[in-house]
């Protein structure tokens, strides 16, 4: 199973970015998506995901109301939708795949194969 994430950059606070990432070797839909962003010298940080059923997408706290995820089966690729940014979302961007269905969403360590990170860098 392999993920690539792209789609980071630069924008102004207040401005949007959209990331996508590529699943190949399973179906995106068969056991959920999730993106996490790192910042130097802390731990992962959950951001959102979306489950096998494609229901209930969830979302950190920090980021509800402001960015969306979503997925297109035909493509196999998972979206982040990231309007509203602010300085504070500035990190790298990661997505992971977890092995299974039974698993903790919210949690990095419920997740094996991951992507490499795209940064997103929001300017004051």
């Known amino acids: 199973v392999q993920l690539q994430a792209s789609g980071g950059g630069s924008v102004q606070a207040g401005g949007s970015l959209s990331l996508s990432c590529t699943v190949s070797g399973r179906r995106a839909s068969e056991y959920g998506v999730g993106w996490f962003r790192q910042v130097p010298r802390k731990e992962r940080e959950f951001v959102a995901a979306?489950?096998?059923?494609?229901?209930?997408?969830l979302y950190a706290d920090s980021v509800q109301d402001r960015f969306t995820i979503s997925r297109d089966t035909a493509k196999n690729t998972v979206f982040l939708r990231m309007d509203g940014l602010k300085p504070e979302d500035t990190a790298v961007y990661y997505c992971?795949?977890?092995?299974?269905?039974?698993?903790?969403?919210?949690?990095?360590?419920?997740?094996?194969?991951w992507g490499r990170g795209t940064q997103v860098t929001v300017r004051e």
């Open positions: 992971a795949a977890p092995q299974t269905t039974n698993t903790h969403y919210t949690s990095w360590r419920g997740y094996q194969y």
């Open positions: 979306i489950k096998w059923s494609g229901d209930s997408p």
